[in-house]
């Protein structure tokens, strides 16, 4: 194969492995199950340094999710991705390594009642990705969670108001874990 093509071939899985770690924190947002398992390869391995263990473990820690986590949104910064293959013959590669900054909030429930009952919490730090191309599908198959700052936003909006003085024409404008407007929006109610 010619040098372009196997450089077009890197733009493409580049693109894949970007999609899949994308399509990883919304499952996490929304607590898709479907989503997440689509992510990782059944042999996975994660740690989050609060959590270690197998894919089938994590699940059971992230699904349904605890419910004083009402709300959490991760923001995806860049992705340094660097591609190997173990196969010198190979054209394409097969392994990446992959830095990826991201921003998490969480909207938390203290459970007492008063204006402080709902916090906004939002956690800086960086995913570390070992993805393996198996086929023509690339997942995840040990990631690492690294934290790099941690910040208390205090006593949440109270979006049950609207916004700055708006009231909202539906419920569905406001964001949730589970049961959000996106499922709707990309057909999966």
Not at 22 to 34: I, K, Y
Not at 47 to 75: C, N
Request: proline share 2%.
């Amino acid at each position: 194969m010619s040098e372009q093509h196997n450089e077009i071939i890197n733009v493409i899985d580049r693109e894949k492995i970007r999609d899949c770690i994308a399509r990883l924190a919304r499952g996490e947002d929304r607590r898709c199950e479907a989503e997440l398992v689509a992510c990782f390869w059944p042999d996975a391995q994660l740690d989050f340094g609060i959590f270690a263990g197998t894919l089938k473990e994590y699940l059971h820690w992230v699904l349904p999710g605890s419910p004083a986590v009402v709300l959490t949104q991760h923001i995806l910064g860049q992705s340094l991705v660097e591609l190997s293959s173990d196969n010198p013959t190979n054209a394409s590669s097969d392994n990446s390594r992959v830095e990826t900054h991201v921003m998490s909030y969480h909207r938390i429930d203290s459970g007492q009642d008063g204006a402080d009952r709902f916090r906004d919490i939002v956690i800086g730090g960086r995913y570390l990705d070992a993805l393996e191309k198996r086929g023509n599908e690339w997942r995840i198959y040990q990631r690492t969670m690294l934290y790099d700052w941690h910040q208390d936003w205090g006593a949440a909006a109270d979006w049950s108001q609207g916004l700055m003085g708006q009231s909202f024409s539906g419920s569905h404008f406001i964001g949730k874990t589970t049961d959000d407007y996106s499922k709707t929006f990309f057909g999966r109610a």
